[in-house]
């Protein structure tokens, strides 16, 4: 069984829609694999930390904004085959994400004290092999990356990779990550976040499409620097689109 997810279904008084969405979810569950604690509550409760949201598409959102790093989901009608096959493969997708972490919590280290670049290098790679997503030979990749063409890619942002011929040192996609508040002299930029990556076929791409999308304002990266919450880098650099 997979790892536990929390799915709550919310409506107006948390006694009606919600109560029988959740109920029909439960039955719908016992035919799979999926380990899902299912709950309903009212709009005006504080909700628990959770996996996803299912609410009547009129609440949706004001929940995302009450909720900004929980997935939440809007559906017309409770009763609706089709709303429950996406609630479904939201889930599946989901427990998919949960078993291959391609991040842990542990692998983001904030208030790091600056280094050079190479030693900046060194300590993601190691990170990267304590873990099990390479082996020792990529970490050499990712100098030689870096020394053909800076890893730097603007907005205070590092992104220390191995070139295409280290691929076959990657066992897993993974990431890790480390914020040096007081900045690192990176080939002259200055660089403040170092997110080290490996990443197997269309992973590459999609892992350094979502950095994009977290890093691709500067405004977004110095919050993330001043913040240096583990929790909220965490929920962003994971959440992804199940719709």
């Not at 599946?92 to 994400?97: A, G, H, P, R, T």
């Not at 930029?189 to 170092?194: L, R, Y």
């Not at 080290?196 to 791409?205: C, K, Y």
């Amino acid at each position: 069984m997979g790892k536990l997810l929390k799915l709550i279904f919310v409506c107006d008084a948390g006694m009606g829609s919600s109560a029988l969405g959740a109920s029909i979810l439960r039955k719908k569950l016992k035919e799979t694999a999926l380990n899902v604690e299912v709950t309903n509550a009212s709009m005006d409760m504080d909700l628990p930390k959770c996996d996803l949201i299912v609410a009547h598409e009129s609440f949706a959102e004001q929940l995302r904004k009450r909720y900004s790093t929980t997935h939440v989901l809007g559906i017309s009608d409770f009763l609706n085959k089709e709303s429950f096959q996406q609630v479904m493969q939201i889930m599946e997708k989901m427990n998919q994400s949960k078993t291959n972490e391609v991040l842990l919590k542990k692998n983001i280290l904030v208030h790091c004290s600056s280094v050079s670049s190479d030693q900046a290098i060194q300590d993601v790679g190691d990170m990267l092999v304590a873990d099990g997503y390479v082996m020792p030979e990529y970490i050499d990749g990712m100098f030689a990356r870096d020394r053909e063409l800076s890893v730097y890619l603007g907005n205070m942002l590092a992104i220390p990779h191995g070139e295409f011929e280290y691929k076959q040192f990657i066992k897993n996609s993974g990431i890790v990550l480390k914020i040096y508040p007081d900045g690192i002299d990176w080939h002259g930029e200055n660089v403040k976040i170092v997110l080290g990556l490996a990443g197997i076929g269309e992973d590459h791409i999609n892992i350094l499409a979502n950095c994009a999308t977290c890093f691709g304002e500067i405004k977004d990266v110095e919050k993330i620097v001043a913040r240096q919450n583990i929790d909220e880098i965490y929920t962003m650099l994971t959440k992804e689109e199940w719709e």
